[in-house]
């Protein structure tokens, strides 16, 4: 069930695409300007979430990418059974394609240490490191079997978030071993996609060290959240996120088995989507929104910019305008290449995402 519910969210996004603290200035290449966030443990929480009210836009402090070793050694070949359970041989990493729609499987490559061995990169792969691999991806987040074919790669690891399907089975028909992994994005599965990743590459122990050190990241972050975060759940911000495009007229609710979940439980809110109910995502209907009555929502940079900012989110969205989130415009944006995409860089994500929803005064 969740790689379905991930397939579908892939499909939505293909068919798409302080108080004193010296905090510095970013600008992230896929949507989202302001701040970037100081460590949660520096700022000062506001005493009550509700009494807060306007948008925020959560920028990561750190999105550089900082490998768990230089030049690791590979031990190839290797044969791995992937996630689709098909038995697939690498012998040769020298030219590597690491694809999907969130642009984690790409990060991970070079958080692993192997950066230098990828030859193109998909739309979402936005962070600097990367910016001068040519894109393989068209018209957003759909394949070019021509662009990958002249590239020559010896190696695809992907998923299923990317399409059209064709154009794998036509790279595996060219001999081109193509390593498929777990589609689903989650808190709960970002050491396990490090280690299907750093397997297929032939490095497991840097593998095993990447994933530790992220969780690891991801552990401190959560037990910070934890003391700022209402504890009971009369407390807690009733929490929606949309998937936005203004130019589609598409406005996505995503529930549950999304990857929006366990974000908005991680973060220590109220998921509304499980109390209606709301399964995967879905078009948004008006009587979801009176029903959902949202204190906050949560969605990507570039979708918010798509409408026109808060308030054209509220002016193409009306029903948003009669909940608690509408009325106070309590909104929090985060670049699309960011915050759903989970990997070595959750921690960041996590912190910036709760210094906007708990000391948004910090990012001022």
């Not at 040519?134 to 695809?156: F, K, M, N, Q, R």
């Not at 290449?337 to 910090?362: D, E, H, K, R």
Request: proline share 5%.
């Amino acid at each position: 069930m969740r790689r379905v519910v991930a397939v579908v969210l892939a499909v939505v996004l293909t068919l798409l695409a302080a108080c004193g603290i010296e905090v510095d200035k970013s600008e992230d290449a896929h949507g989202a300007t302001g701040t970037a966030a100081p460590d949660l443990d520096s700022v000062t929480p506001l005493d009550d979430v509700r009494d807060w009210k306007g948008p925020a836009t959560a920028v990561a402090a750190d999105p550089a990418v900082h490998p768990v070793a230089d030049n690791p050694e590979q031990k190839l070949p290797v044969t791995v059974t992937d996630n689709q359970g098909t038995k697939v041989t690498v012998k040769d990493t020298s030219r590597v394609l690491a694809l999907d729609v969130y642009g984690s499987l790409s990060r991970i490559t070079y958080e692993l240490g192997l950066g230098d061995t990828l030859i193109g990169r998909d739309v979402s792969t936005q962070f600097e490191e990367a910016q001068d691999l040519p894109l393989v991806t068209h018209g957003g987040h759909d394949l070019s079997a021509e662009s990958i074919l002249d590239l020559d790669p010896t190696l695809i690891i992907t998923d299923t978030s990317l399409g059209p399907w064709d154009v794998i089975l036509q790279m595996r028909e060219a001999g081109i071993p193509v390593v498929v992994v777990d589609s689903t994005r989650s808190i709960d599965n970002v050491s396990s996609l490090i280690d299907e990743v750093a397997t297929a590459l032939g490095v497991p122990a840097e593998g095993k060290v990447l994933a530790e050190r992220s969780q690891a990241q991801i552990d401190d972050v959560l037990a910070k959240i934890a003391k700022v975060a209402p504890q009971q759940e009369s407390g807690q911000l009733r929490t929606i996120f949309l998937y936005v495009r203004g130019q589609a007229n598409t406005y996505q609710l995503f529930g549950e088995g999304s990857g929006a979940d366990t974000l908005i439980e991680a973060l220590g809110l109220y998921d509304v989507a499980k109390e209606i109910n709301w399964k995967g995502s879905r078009s948004v209907t008006a009587e979801a929104l009176i029903e959902a009555q949202p204190d906050l929502v949560l969605l990507m940079s570039k979708g918010l910019e798509s409408v026109g900012g808060v308030d054209g989110l509220l002016e193409k969205v009306p029903a948003l305008a009669s909940t608690p989130a509408g009325e106070n415009q309590r909104v929090v944006d985060m670049s699309d290449s960011q915050i759903l995409g989970y990997g070595p860089m959750t921690a960041q994500v996590l912190n910036a995402l709760a210094v906007a929803i708990y000391a948004p005064g910090s990012l001022t």
